[in-house]
C-alpha cells in the first residue's frame, strides 16, 4: 500500500528544504526530520483540500539491505503504518516529514521498528 496522494512528500526542492530547515528526531534505528511546509515549493497543482495535513516519505538506503524486496517490503510497512495513524489527525498547519532508517534498523522486528516510529511522532509533537 502507497501513501494517499495528499500525503505524499514529493520533488527535490521539498527534500532540501527539510534537510536545511527540519527539526531533527534521531532514536537507534530511524531520524525523523520534520517541518512545517513551504507550499512555494509544492508542485503547482490542485488544492482542492481545504484542512491542512500532513505530507510525508520514507528513505530506506542500500546500507539497510542490499536486496530491494526488502527495503521495499519496509517502505509499505511504514506507509500503510502512517497513512493509519496519521489520515485522520487534524492539523493547525501543514507539516512535512521525511522518515530515514539506519542500516541498524535490520536488528529490530517490523512491530519495533512502528513503536520507534510512533515514539519519534510523538517526540516531534505530530501525534499524541
Not at 84 to 105: H, T
Request: overall charge positive.
Amino acid at each position: 500500500m502507497v501513501l494517499p496522494k495528499h500525503m505524499r512528500l514529493k520533488g527535490h526542492k521539498c527534500f532540501d528544504f527539510i534537510y536545511k530547515k527540519g527539526a531533527r528526531f534521531y532514536s537507534s534505528s530511524m531520524v525523523l526530520r520534520v517541518t512545517n511546509a513551504n507550499t512555494k515549493l509544492c508542485f503547482k497543482g490542485n488544492h482542492s483540500q481545504i484542512k491542512p495535513y500532513i505530507k510525508c516519505a520514507v528513505s530506506i538506503s542500500n546500507k539497510v539491505s542490499k536486496k530491494s524486496v526488502t527495503r521495499n517490503k519496509i517502505r509499505r510497512l511504514f506507509h500503510h503504518h502512517l497513512a493509519r495513524r496519521l489520515s485522520n489527525m487534524d492539523f493547525n498547519s501543514e507539516v512535512w516529514a521525511f522518515i530515514s532508517l539506519k542500516p541498524s534498523c535490520m536488528k529490530n522486528s517490523e512491530s519495533d521498528l512502528l513503536k520507534e516510529c510512533d515514539k519519534l511522532l510523538t517526540k516531534a509533537g505530530i501525534t499524541k
